[in-house]
């Protein structure tokens, strides 16, 4: 037998991944439309676009991959590209999240170290609480009024169903902390709430059964979100089960109606991820002072801190740091904020 010659051919190549250099770099998306997320729900998000009619739909939209799991809540400002038009079947995606300018958290108790988000970018947050049928709970308002400050929202309380008791009372309570205060019966005139959220994001916040979707079904009269009464132990039942910014009418066609978010009622406002400098540093007058108050101070005064610095004021500033040290009791303690 002759012996077989070999040549090329016989040399066997495995192939490769080809010559194709790989890139890390992300595309920039120029022609991307920004806007704020309204809605969430599911893994999808409703983005209203910047400059589109009122009764333009929200583009529906899913997270880019590149955001990973990275958290998109409603207020957030974002970057779109795609199918923007809103329409039945079609989806964007949100490829870019900017940064926000406030944040409003909560967390499930004090011990949970897992922060929630319940709204980004709000100017304000709307503290909605009844004087009677449910009772108020300062507790409550004082934990929310921590989350404001915390998150740099400026608070503002609303009491209703002042045609049931005299809100006065329950008002005074946070006048040394200069927290704005409108009061609205069930069928008084909404001006007042109105010259608050004109032109603003503002979060609503409350128990349920306050009355805080009839609040928003009469700033909003095409929000149609649900509402309920209060069951006979005088706890609200659950009747908005999703955060929703809505936009509010604009009558005299300004261009800047205002936004409000309707969030779920809620039993619990946990704060494990405040501490107490952080409360203080919302008021010009205190933070300072604070500064020369001993390593570790709690700032509650006597007998826990018998050197704290906040104990030298005076005057108005005096009796500010007394209504401070109630909140920062308050965030020591789940004591009556639990509904």
Known sequence: MARRRYDESDV???????????????PTH?????????????????VVLDGAAPDTPPAICMRARELGRTPVVVGDRVAVVGDT???????????????RRTVLRRTADDTDPYERIVVANADQLLIVT?????????????????AAYAGGLTPVLCLTK???????????EFTDLDVKVIVCGRDDPLDPVEEVV??????LIGHSGVGKSTLVNRLVPDADRATGAVSGVGKGRHTSTQSVVLRLPDPSDTGKPGWIVDTPGIRSFGLAHVDPDTVIDAFEDLRDVIADCPRGCSHL?????????????????ARRVTAVRTLLGALRTNNDWEL
């Open 12 to 26: 066997k190549v495995r192939p490769g991944r080809g010559s194709r250099p790989r890139t890390k770099d992300r």
């Open 30 to 46: 120029r022609d991307a439309e920004t806007g704020m997320v309204v809605t969430k729900d599911r893994g999808r998000w409703g």
């Open 130 to 146: 009844a004087v009677a049928d449910p009772p108020p709970r300062s507790g409550f308002v004082e934990r929310a009024l921590i």
């Open 162 to 172: 002042s045609d049931l008791a005299d809100p006065s009372d329950f008002a005074s």
């Open 198 to 203: 004109r032109g603003h994001l503002t979060a």
């Open 301 to 317: 005064g006597p007998p826990s801190d018998p050197e704290c610095a906040l104990d030298r004021l005076t005057g108005a500033s």
């Open 85 to 99: 038009s809103g329409r039945d079947g079609t989806l964007a995606r949100i490829v870019r999240l900017e940064e």
